[in-house]
């Protein structure tokens, strides 16, 4: 399945952004899907995820409440809708496929495809 992730841009703390993930290739409902988040000079890190029927969700304790991860099997899309932005979200975030079909994923190693990233930066 190839992603392509889209929608970060530059925001001053308090604001909001859309990130969104287009998914082709293989069937998209048959994949959990998640996001993750690098820093410069940080391991990448989890930031959400939710299940191939989209019915379970998880979230990094940094997010909670801020964030939410949403899909359109139909769309083949899952989306990021993140509020609150503070100037720690800085990152390129990355969307990615986890094809294990077992409990959601919440470490890289589970995912089997990566999309390209996306720089969100949050300005103070």
């Known amino acids: 399945v190839q992603l392509q992730a889209s929608g970060g841009g530059l925001v001053q703390a308090g604001g909001s952004l859309r990130l969104s993930c287009a998914a082709s290739g293989r069937a998209f409902s048959y994949y959990g899907m998640g996001w993750f988040r690098q820093a410069p000079g940080k391991e990448r890190e989890f930031v959400a995820a939710?299940?191939?029927?989209?019915?379970?969700?998880s979230y990094a304790d940094s997010v909670k409440g801020r964030f939410t991860i949403s899909r359109d099997n139909a769309k083949n899309t899952v989306d990021l809708q993140m509020n609150s932005l503070k100037p720690e979200d800085t990152a390129v975030y990355y969307c990615?496929?986890?094809?294990?079909?077992?409990?959601?994923?919440?470490?890289?190693?589970?995912?089997?495809?990566w999309g390209q990233g996306t720089q969100v930066t949050v300005s103070s």
């Open positions: 990615a496929a986890d094809g294990r079909r077992v409990r959601i994923g919440v470490r890289r190693e589970e995912y089997d495809y």
């Open positions: 939710i299940s191939w029927g989209g019915g379970t969700t």
